[in-house]
């Protein structure tokens, strides 16, 4: 038996804290949803940025792949071209909020 094949699988809780742990070193803001069981299916589990870049991450074991609804999130965020980042307040905004998702 090989040292590579007796070594333990990563998980993806610690492959998932190794990019975190470089992506802050390196200067990018770092979003990951603590508790995603209230969050949309599929949504990545990191969002970085870092200047004019956003990257959407879904961290996976070896062997894995994401699920459909992941694949959904990735290809549409990937197929993005601009990001708008916008403050939204109920007492004023709503023709505006309006007029942008549409």
Partial sequence: MTAAAAAPRQTEKAFQAQIV??????????FHPWLSIHSQPGFPDLILVRDTR???????????????????????LDATTSVVA????????????????R
């Fill in 21 to 30: 742990e470089l992506a802050i070193r390196l200067g990018w803001l770092v």
């Fill in 86 to 101: 916008y403050v939204a307040r109920p007492g004023g905004d709503w023709g505006e909020i309006e007029r942008i998702l």
């Fill in 54 to 76: 956003l990257l959407a991450i879904e961290c996976k074991r070896d062997g894995e792949q994401p699920t459909p609804e992941q694949w959904r999130w990735l290809r549409a």
